[in-house]
Every structure is written in C-alpha cells, then in structure tokens.
T-cell receptor, first 113, second 113 residues
Framework: QKEVEQNSGPLSVPEGAIASLNCTYS??????FFWYRQYSGKSPELIMS????GDKEDGRFTAQLNKASQYVSLLIRDSQPSDSATYLC?????????????FGSGTRLQVQP | DGGITQSPKYLFRKEGQNVTLSCEQN?????MYWYRQDPGQGLRLIYY???????QKGDIAEGYSVSREKKESFPLTVTSAQKNPTAFYLC????????????FGEGSRLTVL
C-alpha cells in the first residue's frame, strides 16, 4: 500500500464547475497536510495547508481533513482553465527527526473552457 | 527577494559521469531537502539535512551524495552508480519549528545521453 494515494486522473470538469480532488494516507501519526499545484515542467507551489479536522477555506479553494478516515480532499470552486495542472497531496508528521513531506503521485485536472 | 536557487536548470550527462546540482537558499531556513520526480510520478525523497554538517538518507539515496557545509547550500551529486539518473530534481527548504510547509526551487532537469 502506498503511503499517500491519489487517483491519477485526468479529472475533467467544465469551466465554472467544482473540481473535487481526493487523497488517502496510511500513517495515522500524520499531522500536517498539504495540497500543491504543479504545472507541467515547473516546480510545485503550495495551494493549501490543513492541520486539524474539518474544512479550511481560502478563496476558491477548500481543504477538508478527516483524520479518522485518513483522507484529505481539495475542492476548487468556479474552476478556471488556468487551474488545469497536476495537484499533489503531501503529508508529514512533525514528531520525528525526518519531518519530510511524503507525496502522492498527483491528480491531473483538466478544466474545459 | 528570498528564495531557493537551483542550477543548472537543464543538464545533459553522458553515462558514467558524475554531475553536481547546486541548491542555494537565502531564506535562513535550517532544513533542506532533495526530491526526485519522474514523469507522471510524485516526488521521492533522496536526502535531507536538518542542520549544517549533518544529513540523512531519504527513500532513494543510492547513487547520490550530498554535503551541507553552509546553512545556505545543499548540493547534490548524481554519481555514475545511479542507474536511472534522468529525472527532474527539486530542492526544498523549511524553517525549523514550522508546520512542515516546503518551499521549492525551480528544479533541475537532468538527461543522461
């Protein structure tokens, strides 16, 4: 079982729709959760971070965390063609010396104009 | 402006040659990381360093070496022992005490001819 699992996609949504991206993780000790956006050939950029159960909203983005079920999701409202990218889910725990992020393989999102 | 600078952006290498990728940060961050990304894949941890003069192996350290002689610098050498070195290499850093958010450089794309 992979430590962080994501559906590779592509997930195709029409412009203006809600895109829903999901991620599950295996380490119950995970404490910090991140969504990164990566355009082709570029480095990842942080979109959202979430540390406690529930929802966290930032503009058109909402991150949702459910530690009991070990999943984290990202909702993108009013999707735009510029949102077309690969979205990487990453998790870490801060109580070990390593403190490095473990990444999923990413979900490719395509927003159709 | 503070950030992480990786060089070169593109590098071609013949089989059997060692190559060193540079990573410099002026964010005053303590911890630095090297990740590797293959097409359609997530990021995999090669090496990380929490403090100067100390570093640890990540999940795929074989065929790589690093040094951390200065806080600002964390170069990665891809040796001839690395069997599949063609990949996108990403350097990242994080402040100690932060909740795990990584800042990435722009990446170095290595191609073995």
């Amino acid at each position: 079982q992979k430590e962080v699992e994501q559906n590779s996609g592509p997930l195709s949504v029409p412009e203006g729709a809600i895109a829903s991206l999901n991620c599950t993780y295996s380490d119950r000790g995970s404490q910090s959760f991140f969504w990164y956006r990566q355009y082709s050939g570029k480095s990842p950029e942080l979109i959202m971070s979430i540390y406690s159960n529930g929802d966290k909203e930032d503009g058109r983005f909402t991150a949702q965390l459910n530690k009991a079920s070990q999943y984290v999701s990202l909702l993108i409202r009013d999707s735009q063609p510029s949102d077309s990218a690969t979205y990487l889910c990453a998790v870490t725990r801060m109580d070990t010396g390593r403190r490095a992020l473990t990444f999923g393989s990413g979900t490719r999102l395509q927003v159709q104009p | 402006d503070g950030g992480i600078t990786q060089s070169p952006k593109y590098l071609f290498r013949k089989e059997g040659q060692n190559v060193t990728l540079s990573c410099e940060q002026n964010l005053n961050h303590d911890a630095m990381y090297w990740y590797r990304q293959d097409p359609g894949q997530g990021l995999r941890l090669i090496y990380y360093s929490q403090i100067v003069n100390d570093f640890q192996k990540g999940d795929i350290a074989e065929g790589y070496s690093v040094s951390r002689e200065k806080k600002e610098s964390f170069p990665l050498t891809v040796t001839s022992a690395q069997k599949n070195p063609t990949a996108f290499y990403l350097c990242a850093s994080i402040r100690q005490g932060d909740t795990g958010e990584l800042f990435f450089g722009e990446g170095s794309r290595l191609t073995v001819l």
